[in-house]
Protein backbone atom coordinates (compact mmCIF):
# COMPACT_ATOMS: atom_id res chain seq x y z
CA UNK A 1 0.00 0.00 0.00
CA UNK A 2 1.57 3.24 -1.07
CA UNK A 3 0.18 6.52 1.41
CA UNK A 4 0.42 10.07 -1.10
CA UNK A 5 -0.44 13.21 0.30
CA UNK A 6 -1.00 16.59 -2.01
CA UNK A 7 -0.68 19.79 -1.33
CA UNK A 8 -1.57 22.26 -4.62
CA UNK A 9 -2.42 25.28 -5.55
CA UNK A 10 -6.23 26.37 -5.51
CA UNK A 11 -7.93 28.69 -8.24
CA UNK A 12 -6.08 26.60 -10.88
CA UNK A 13 -7.21 28.45 -14.57
CA UNK A 14 -9.21 25.98 -16.67
CA UNK A 15 -6.62 24.75 -18.70
CA UNK A 16 -3.82 24.07 -15.97
CA UNK A 17 -6.69 21.95 -14.00
CA UNK A 18 -6.65 20.20 -17.78
CA UNK A 19 -2.50 19.82 -17.27
CA UNK A 20 -2.71 19.16 -13.82
CA UNK A 21 -5.63 16.11 -14.25
CA UNK A 22 -3.51 14.34 -16.82
CA UNK A 23 -0.59 14.32 -15.42
CA UNK A 24 -2.17 13.68 -11.79
CA UNK A 25 -3.68 11.16 -13.20
CA UNK A 26 0.15 9.65 -14.81
CA UNK A 27 2.31 10.12 -11.58
CA UNK A 28 -0.80 8.37 -9.50
CA UNK A 29 -1.07 5.31 -11.66
CA UNK A 30 2.25 4.21 -11.31
CA UNK A 31 1.61 3.86 -7.32
CA UNK A 32 -0.70 0.47 -8.03
CA UNK A 33 -3.94 -0.03 -6.91
CA UNK A 34 -3.66 -0.22 -3.49
CA UNK A 35 -3.48 3.63 -3.44
CA UNK A 36 -4.31 5.25 -0.36
CA UNK A 37 -4.79 9.30 -1.13
CA UNK A 38 -4.77 11.95 1.66
CA UNK A 39 -6.68 15.45 0.96
CA UNK A 40 -8.21 18.46 2.44
CA UNK A 41 -10.31 18.16 -0.82
CA UNK A 42 -9.98 22.10 -0.83
CA UNK A 43 -10.86 23.41 -4.63
CA UNK A 44 -8.25 23.19 -7.12
CA UNK A 45 -5.39 20.71 -6.69
CA UNK A 46 -7.11 18.97 -3.74
CA UNK A 47 -10.00 17.99 -5.00
CA UNK A 48 -8.61 17.06 -8.53
CA UNK A 49 -6.17 14.75 -6.84
CA UNK A 50 -8.96 13.40 -4.92
CA UNK A 51 -11.11 12.61 -8.04
CA UNK A 52 -7.69 11.11 -9.68
CA UNK A 53 -7.65 8.90 -6.74
CA UNK A 54 -10.65 7.35 -6.54
CA UNK A 55 -11.08 7.01 -10.28
CA UNK A 56 -7.97 4.77 -10.55
CA UNK A 57 -9.78 2.51 -7.68
CA UNK A 58 -7.93 3.81 -4.63
CA UNK A 59 -8.94 4.85 -1.07
CA UNK A 60 -9.61 8.48 0.30
CA UNK A 61 -8.82 9.59 3.20
CA UNK A 62 -9.83 13.33 4.18
CA UNK A 63 -8.02 15.62 6.57
CA UNK A 64 -10.56 18.25 7.94
CA UNK A 65 -8.18 21.22 9.22
CA UNK A 66 -10.99 23.31 11.50
CA UNK A 67 -14.55 23.04 12.30
CA UNK A 68 -15.28 25.83 9.96
CA UNK A 69 -13.24 24.51 7.02
CA UNK A 70 -15.94 24.11 4.46
CA UNK A 71 -17.65 27.38 4.92
CA UNK A 72 -14.37 29.13 4.16
CA UNK A 73 -13.73 27.16 0.98
CA UNK A 74 -15.79 29.15 -2.18
CA UNK A 75 -19.12 28.21 -2.26
CA UNK A 76 -19.33 26.91 -5.85
CA UNK A 77 -17.09 23.67 -4.56
CA UNK A 78 -19.08 22.46 -1.93
CA UNK A 79 -21.32 20.15 -3.87
CA UNK A 80 -17.88 18.37 -4.74
CA UNK A 81 -16.18 18.63 -1.24
CA UNK A 82 -19.68 17.02 0.41
CA UNK A 83 -19.32 14.22 -2.54
CA UNK A 84 -15.90 13.51 -1.59
CA UNK A 85 -16.17 13.53 1.90
CA UNK A 86 -19.03 11.29 1.68
CA UNK A 87 -16.57 8.94 -0.56
CA UNK A 88 -13.94 9.04 1.81
CA UNK A 89 -13.07 5.77 3.67
CA UNK A 90 -11.88 7.61 6.89
CA UNK A 91 -12.09 11.14 7.83
CA UNK A 92 -9.72 12.85 10.18
CA UNK A 93 -11.02 16.04 12.19
CA UNK A 94 -8.01 18.34 13.72
CA UNK A 95 -9.19 20.16 16.44
CA UNK A 96 -8.96 23.75 15.12
CA UNK A 97 -12.03 25.85 14.86
CA UNK A 98 -11.22 28.72 12.23
CA UNK A 99 -9.56 27.82 9.01
CA UNK A 100 -6.46 29.95 9.32
CA UNK A 101 -3.20 29.45 7.90
CA UNK A 102 -2.22 27.51 11.23
CA UNK A 103 -4.84 25.22 11.08
CA UNK A 104 -4.25 24.36 7.14
CA UNK A 105 -0.10 24.01 7.61
CA UNK A 106 -1.55 21.81 10.99
CA UNK A 107 -3.26 19.72 8.52
CA UNK A 108 -0.95 19.30 5.51
CA UNK A 109 1.72 18.39 8.28
CA UNK A 110 -0.77 15.86 9.45
CA UNK A 111 -0.66 14.03 6.05
CA UNK A 112 2.66 13.83 5.03
CA UNK A 113 3.41 12.29 8.42
CA UNK A 114 0.70 9.47 7.60
CA UNK A 115 1.88 9.36 3.85
CA UNK A 116 5.32 7.68 2.05
CA UNK A 117 5.19 10.37 -0.76
CA UNK A 118 3.76 13.69 -1.03
CA UNK A 119 2.83 14.91 -4.45
CA UNK A 120 3.00 18.69 -4.48
CA UNK A 121 1.25 20.67 -7.49
CA UNK A 122 3.18 23.46 -7.57
CA UNK A 123 4.92 26.23 -9.75
CA UNK A 124 8.19 26.06 -7.54
CA UNK A 125 7.37 29.43 -6.54
CA UNK A 126 7.40 30.60 -2.68
CA UNK A 127 3.92 30.44 -0.42
CA UNK A 128 1.92 33.52 -0.83
CA UNK A 129 0.86 32.69 2.72
CA UNK A 130 1.91 30.96 5.50
CA UNK A 131 1.04 27.08 5.17
CA UNK A 132 0.78 27.10 1.27
CA UNK A 133 2.74 24.64 -1.02
CA UNK A 134 5.82 25.72 -0.60
CA UNK A 135 5.63 25.70 3.16
CA UNK A 136 4.26 21.74 2.80
CA UNK A 137 6.96 21.09 0.71
CA UNK A 138 9.71 22.16 2.95
CA UNK A 139 8.12 20.55 5.75
CA UNK A 140 8.03 16.72 3.75
CA UNK A 141 11.44 17.09 2.60
CA UNK A 142 12.44 18.12 6.62
CA UNK A 143 11.03 15.06 7.15
CA UNK A 144 12.88 12.99 4.24
CA UNK A 145 9.77 12.41 2.64
CA UNK A 146 9.97 11.76 -1.56
CA UNK A 147 8.30 14.64 -2.94
CA UNK A 148 6.98 14.31 -6.48
CA UNK A 149 6.12 17.91 -7.80
CA UNK A 150 3.36 18.23 -10.73
CA UNK A 151 3.82 21.21 -12.77
CA UNK A 152 3.10 20.47 -16.54
CA UNK A 153 4.53 22.55 -19.41
CA UNK A 154 2.15 25.39 -20.24
CA UNK A 155 1.08 25.49 -16.68
CA UNK A 156 0.04 28.67 -15.09
CA UNK A 157 -1.67 30.12 -12.00
CA UNK A 158 -3.57 32.41 -13.44
Known sequence: MTRVAVSGHRGLPEATERLVNQALRETLGQHGPDLVGISCIADGADQLFAHAVLELGGRLEVVVPATKYRQALPSECWPTYDRLLSEASQVHQLEYT??????????????????????????????????????VVAYARDMGKTVEVIWPAGASRG
Do not use: F, K, N
Request: aromatic share 8%; no cysteine; proline share 3%.
Open 98 to 135: ESTSEAHQAASEYMVDRADILVAIWDGLPARAYGGTAD
